[in-house]
């Protein structure tokens, strides 16, 4: 039976959680030290299939600034965030591009799309 050690980071509270795997359970596994609900299903999912948002930025042609912020729709497999990057590095947009402006769609197959987080007109 395997154990798990983990901080919440759904909210400020930051909970230290204990995911303990439980054939018993209706979900695999048995969450203590969350405070809400939130927290045992972040915890169980930090260890099933952990996600984070990426945010970085991308280059952008005929506009004031040479890239652009940019940012995940959802939460990407952790596992793929370098493989993300490598597509992410070789894009290249042009001017105007106005935020939520879809700069990558559905990346590597994983239903999240990049978009852009800031407006940025042309030069």
Known sequence: M????KV???CPVGCRLTI???????????VEGNNCPRGEK?????VTNPTRVLTTTVKISGAHHDRIPVISSDGLPKKKLFECMEI????????????????????LDTGVDIVASRSMDKQ
């Open 88 to 107: 992410i590095n070789d894009v290249n947009i042009v001017a105007p591009i106005k935020a939520g402006d879809v700069i990558v769609e559905d990346i």
């Open 8 to 10: 919440c980071i759904v």
């Open 20 to 30: 303990t795997e439980d054939s018993n359970s209706n979900n695999g596994y048995r």
């Open 2 to 5: 395997k154990e798990y050690e």
């Open 42 to 46: 972040y915890g169980i999912k930090e």
